[in-house]
């Protein structure tokens, strides 16, 4: 690996084989990489992204996402205007985001592929257990900041990875589709980068937000 796809810093070192899979590490926003030969193929993802758990409807799943949902209502201004990057199959998030009277486009390149909502700007640009699956990430974290009206929300959550001992028995790393995963400061990092503020508001979400 040449080059560090979240930060772009060239050099990521090898950092753990697991059943066959390596894992890369970046020095410098210490991202965790899956060596790009073991992704699987577009299809292999979108039948796999069909097993998530996504129904609008299940109190659990609300649970899960107010994480996010709840620190980002709490800062919009009335009737914002925003996108569900990565909105999957049942987009949970929205609902919630629409029933707080706010007005949220969908995004997702296997289940809401109309790229039409990529060409404005939005108040606030929410990207749930999404960013782990990103295969290019700073090229994706540099669209979703074309997204960003001055003063916008990037909202962020994906589980954060600590414990580099228990990387190879950890559930969240042995999902095939996840492909990329942060520490809370691989997240500021991403944020500095691009001249944005991050919060990390509590574990595993990150509030980005452009300047005004
Ligand atoms: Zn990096
Ligand atoms: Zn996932």
């Known amino acids: 690996m040449i080059a560090c796809p979240v930060c772009r810093a060239p050099g990521p070192a090898p950092f ?98 109309d790229r039409a909502p990529l060409a404005r700007a939005y108040d606030f640009v929410a990207c749930t257990e999404t960013a782990e699956h990103f295969h290019a990430p700073a090229d994706e974290f540099d669209r979703l900041g074309g997204l960003l009206r001055p003063g916008g929300w990037l909202a962020v959550m994906t589980c954060f990875q600590t414990d580099d001992a228990r990387f190879g028995a950890w559930r969240y790393r042995a999902d095939p589709t996840h492909v990329v995963f942060y520490r809370a400061g691989t997240l500021r990092h991403v944020a500095a980068q691009r001249g944005w503020s991050c919060e990390i508001v509590r574990k595993d979400v990150a509030l980005m937000r452009a300047p005004g």
């Open 16 to 113: 753990l084989r697991v059943n066959g899979a390596d894992y890369w590490r970046c020095g410098v926003c210490l991202a965790t990489v899956l060596d790009p030969a073991h992704r699987l193929s577009a299809a292999q993802e979108r039948a796999h992204y069909l097993t998530h758990e996504n129904d609008p409807a299940d109190p659990r799943y609300r649970a899960f996402l107010s994480k996010l949902a709840d620190p980002l209502l709490a800062r919009l201004k009335p009737g914002a205007e925003g996108l569900d990057y990565g909105c999957g199959p049942g987009p949970a998030l929205a609902a919630m985001l629409r029933e707080a009277g706010h007005a949220v486009a969908l995004y997702d390149p296997f289940f809401a592929p």
